[in-house]
């Protein structure tokens, strides 16, 4: 592509006024970076529109032009989607500065958003008025709930209440023409059609700009329990969480993993986090509860299911929280986890999905293939696994110089990805494809889903204009 | 469209086999009349499939003979969706022999059927491996997998989980060109480009023949709670399952309500239904609570629900069932009300949704309106008004003439969805298009709205030989 004709700019800024607009290099920079610096984009104009009109107007004047358009949210991605690529000739577009709360309705169990609202201030506004909003994820303080929609964000609270596509029941969008398609609707039952909303929901900005949502609320849990539990091996913890959703009837609102080396670096990471227990266990599980009834049921649930699962040798050791306090304690455990894998040197990530039973076998194999690839690697393997989401991020053998380690990256995902592929999983459970998969995807995906998603594209985007060289191969 | 060719019919019965096909006119009569005799079709043909395989095949001939294909599940329907039109220039493609269940996986919570299965089969190898299928609607034991996919079904537990949409991980379609589109994933989470699973989920067939389905299962209730209550009027409905959310957490399962004209009606076709309370009351809701938990905390949710119910005079008189037959009687009193309808005479039937608090007034305006137009109707609005819908269904005035009332069903229609779409509701909340809304809803939709559906049509069924005329105006 060519650079962007200065008209064009001008154009664009006049839309969103002085105060909409950033040209600034410097002011730029923190929209064009992905925050674990893996890519970094050039842009000639950073737009933030306040309004669904202005994208609009933004959206029409693109079109016109043929200028590409990244659509952003809170940038806490993990797969280069939204961020421009080094050519300059793409603007980025910000949704922050539409960050109004249009409605709460609690008799409806439903709140109205615009896109650029950030997550924790929808979880806020929903607490106000008496009900849960119930995605959760560890950039919640940050992300946008447009870029949750475009990339259907999973987090800690998928088992229970879905991902965020599950979450959703209207959308407005800009579509790549400009047009606006107003399917904001309230409503739990509509028949009348194809349903587009999905079509939007994990696109990664790809067809077209998610400017507000109608999201659906939940009754606020009268009670949680959180247990921690040590057990044997992956395959205790399948058979734990059948067990505890059993004895709960579905009350498993979490179910977490993590091995040995993964509680070790989290307490070397954090000041305050301790060992749970005095010996040493090969594996745990983080195991949470709600339910909307008080009154003692679910702690019995959760000491029943812990009880049997000791009983049965796949509890080795267990304790469960006894206060709020403790509760976030045992939780810190699980989620200091990403950011303490930087203290190990090298990891190179994988966001897998697998059928839940299946899990442990793909970790043993897994650790099988690279050992033989990699002699020393450290396996550490955390995550969802009630959703048969895990994080599957080995760390450079101890020692060993992390950019040589780093740079066998493709080398590695290859192995991994391609058990999964084998055993029926995904290579993108929850952050989506972006530019990092985007080819990848291809070797792992039938011609016939290809060529149905490129016909999508196509349908919705002919000029590809919107976020173009992500998701879709050019 | 000429009739279809005695070749081309020579090649799809060879594709299936003499037991695969049906020509004799009488043997086919079943598959071409709607069971309420609403409508009836004209085929040379009709096709009953054994594989996937035969599918495509029959679908490929069809694609190169530009012949048109009605696919057809346990014809259960009440918008002429799965019958042919009357020129006898389509094929039905029925899926009843394609009724294997593939796999029960009770560890991943999943079940893999085929399109044909039955839904109370679905529901009963569900049961066997310990788990729920929660999918509950009147024609469950006739209903098939697939019709219930291609028109998202509703029914009686969607409050707590869900349309039939909500039910799917992954589905396998014939696409309109005759490939095969495998997407039997059995995971919780995927995110690796468009999803391409929901557009086929509600499209009535007119974008592909969806063949076989992943469907996600459940724990099995442990407790379940059913009470019949008697209210002044919907307002105390909306406010009465407010409540029965917060103090269950959202363990409400089912939340119907009925008016007396409801209630007398029941009682006068079904011999064993009585009447729970001594006194007349205006409206009833029947509640239902269910819960992985045993140990009397739902029983005790319910009766705090009462009470607090009666407290606030939301509630005048109410019952809980002290037995599993007793809650099926309670059961009775609402799901025999679609068949009682009958004896009252003509009713003209709308499926309608609206925002949940909106719907004490969509039925006070409704009720105002028609009686402007036909002095002395009784209203009869019934449902799912825990998922804001409801079947309201004027009855003609006592003693009027059946065929001239319903000879007026487009002009109340008009006068009912008017309202419906002002108060931002759907003219079809559960039981789709077809062919009856077909033309209606494009006064209710925008035109961006229509434009995506008819591209998307275009997209995947350039020749348009899926289920022509249905959903999308010719």
Redo the contacts between chains.
């Keep these: 592509m060519n650079e962007i004709a200065r008209g064009t700019i001008e154009r664009l800024i006049a839309v969103v006024g002085p105060q909409g607009a950033i040209t600034d290099p410097d002011d730029m920079a923190p929209y064009l970076v992905e925050w674990r610096d893996k890519w970094r984009g050039k842009s000639a104009l950073v737009l933030r529109p306040s309004s669904t009109a202005e994208v609009a107007e933004i959206v029409r004047i693109c079109a016109e032009t043929g200028t590409a358009i990244v659509p952003q949210g809170g940038n806490t991605g993990l797969v280069g989607g939204s961020i421009p690529f080094e050519g300059g000739d793409e603007i980025v577009l910000s949704l922050g500065r539409m960050n109004r709360v249009r409605a709460v309705?609690?008799?409806?169990?439903?709140i109205t958003v615009e896109a650029g609202c950030v997550l924790a201030d929808v979880q806020a506004a929903a607490d106000e008025a008496?009900r849960l909003f119930p995605m959760r994820i560890a950039s919640e303080g940050t992300c946008q709930i447009g870029g949750n929609l475009s990339?259907?964000a999973?987090g800690t609270a998928?088992?229970r209440y879905?991902?965020m596509?599950?979450l959703v029941l209207g959308l407005e969008v800009v579509?790549p023409d400009g047009?606006?398609?107003?399917?904001l609707?309230?409503?739990?039952?509509?028949?009348?059609?194809?349903?587009?909303k999905?079509?939007f929901?994990?696109?990664e900005g790809t067809?077209g700009v998610i400017t507000a949502a109608v999201l659906k609320l939940?009754?606020?849990?009268?009670?949680r329990q959180v247990a921690f539990a040590a057990i044997p091996n992956p395959e205790a913890a399948?058979?734990l969480l059948?067990l505890a959703?059993?004895?709960?009837?579905?009350?498993v609102t979490g179910f977490e993993i993590l091995p040995r080396l993964g509680l070790e670096l989290v307490m070397k990471s954090l000041p305050d986090a301790r060992d749970p227990f005095g010996d040493l266990h090969p594996w745990y599980v983080l195991i949470e509860m709600s339910?909307?009834?008080g009154?003692g049921?679910?702690r019995?649930?959760m000491e029943t299911a812990l009880a049997r699962g000791y009983e049965k040798e796949l509890v080795a050791d267990a304790t469960i929280a006894e206060s709020e306090a403790q509760a976030q304690q045992l939780w810190a455990l699980r989620e200091g986890l990403s950011e303490s894998q930087k203290l190990a040197g090298g990891s190179i990530k994988h966001d897998v999905?697998?059928?839940?039973?299946k899990m442990p076998a793909f970790i043993a194999r897994a650790d099988r293939a690279l050992e033989e690839v990699i002699p020393g690697f450290r396996s550490l393997a955390f995550g969802?696994i009630g959703?048969?989401?895990v994080h599957y991020n080995p760390l450079q053998p101890e020692g060993a110089d992390a950019e040589a380690y780093l740079a066998r990256w493709q080398e590695v995902a290859d192995v991994v990805h391609g058990i999964v592929h084998e055993m029926?999983?995904?290579?993108?459970?929850?952050?989506?494809?972006g530019r990092l998969?985007r080819d990848e995807?291809r070797r792992?995906?039938?011609e016939?889903?290809l060529e149905?998603?490129a016909?999508?594209?196509r349908?919705?985007d002919p000029d590809n204009i919107m976020n173009p060289g992500k998701?879709?191969s050019p």
């Design positions: 309705d609690p008799l409806n169990d439903t008496g990339t259907n999973g998928v088992l879905g991902n596509r599950d579509l047009r606006v398609w107003n399917g609707r309230g409503l739990r039952k509509d028949n009348t059609g194809y349903d587009l999905h079509l929901i994990g696109a067809l939940y009754p606020r849990p009268a009670d399948v058979e059948s959703k059993d004895v709960s009837g579905g009350q339910s909307g009834e009154g049921a679910l019995e649930a999905s697998i059928p839940v039973p969802h959703d048969g989401n029926g999983g995904s290579i993108s459970a929850e952050h989506g494809l998969k995807v792992y995906k039938s016939v889903e149905l998603m016909s999508i594209k349908m919705l998701v879709i």
